[in-house]
């Protein structure tokens, strides 16, 4: 009877001490270490291309969701294995990339135009299995200046935030912002702020998610 009593004991004070944990450290614990690649340019220029990228890395840092590996870490550990970047597409190129830099999930993909379109693909694979994790595709329309957005918008989905469309009263769309478990952010707060899971399926592996931005009026 003593040793289920110690033991119902030890139970307790283990969950005591587990729930007195700030909050932040057991965060920590989760956070994964992440790399991107530039992102290839169909239809703009290869500079715009590294800006965006480097936009993506601070947006992706931001989330608060990764640690991730900046890209003069990167280019120094590629050289001095010497490894070209240039023409490094296919999820296996991703995969030898995330090994020698030593992270877990590796962020691939591109930013095009077609007409007044912009396309930003995305893909997140897993340095470990060589799996896609998840897949993130939005299309915007207007100047390049707004492009900025869309990857606050993209870094969010990476990280699992939920983003939900609604319509406004003049017909209209607007975005929203899931937040705090459940509370609805809206317009253009919304893209500042970061968003949390509404619920969460506790799963690793996330749904492919896209979107038009701004979303198309009625």
């Known amino acids: 009877m003593k040793t289920v009593s110690k033991g119902m004991l030890f139970l307790f004070t283990f969950y005591i001490l587990l729930g007195s944990l700030p909050t932040n450290l057991l965060a920590q614990q989760k956070i994964k270490r992440i790399a991107v690649l530039d ?12 800006t965006l990228t480097d936009r993506l890395r601070s947006k992706l840092v931001n989330t608060g969701a990764f640690h991730v ?17 240039s023409g490094c597409v296919s999820d296996e190129c991703l995969v030898e990339i995330g090994r020698l830099v030593g992270v877990e999930q590796m962020v691939g993909g591109s930013i095009g135009k077609i007409g007044q379109t912009y396309t930003l693909d995305l893909r997140i694979i897993d340095v470990q299995t060589g ?5 993130v595709s939005e299309d915007y329309r207007g100047d390049a200046d707004g492009l900025l957005n869309v990857l606050e918008v993209a870094s969010k989905k990476i990280a699992g935030k939920q983003v ?9 769309s607007s975005w929203y912002y899931w937040v705090g478990g ?3 952010v809206a ?3 919304a893209v500042l702020l970061l968003g949390g899971d509404k619920g969460g399926s506790g799963s690793d592996e996330l749904p492919d998610v896209g979107g038009i931005w701004p979303p198309p009026s009625n």
């Open 39 to 50: 992102l290839q340019g169909e239809g703009v220029s290869k500079s715009a291309a590294k």
């Open 69 to 85: 590996l900046e890209r003069d870490q990167m280019d120094e550990i590629l050289g001095e294995q010497g490894f070209q970047q």
């Open 131 to 135: 799996r896609i994790m998840k897949t």
């Open 187 to 189: 317009g253009a707060a």
């Open 182 to 184: 459940g509370v609805l």
């Open 164 to 172: 939900k469309e609604s319509s406004d009263d003049e017909g209209g």
